[in-house]
């Protein structure tokens, strides 16, 4: 199973997980020791942990717009 771990800092110091989320990526070494890392998102899997309500957010038309886009590149 792919994790994406997403950290809040909020003032209780919450933090949620997305998991069961469908992504691809690569992590290529550079010549000079350093790392790139480019990861592709679907958003439409995007399911944050012990929240329906927080999944339904994520992938709604205010955070990642699942029916628009259907996937994210970083």
């Not at 990526?25 to 329906?52: C, F, K, P, W, Y």
């Amino acid at each position: 199973m792919h994790c994406i771990r997403v950290v809040s800092l909020s003032g209780e110091g919450i933090h949620q997980s997305l998991r069961k989320s469908r992504y691809e990526g690569e992590v290529v070494r550079l010549a000079d020791a350093r790392h790139r890392v480019r990861i592709l998102l679907h958003t439409d899997s995007v399911v944050v942990e012990d929240s329906r309500r927080y999944t339904a957010i994520a992938r709604g038309p205010d955070f990642f717009d699942a029916g628009r886009y259907p996937y994210i590149e970083f």
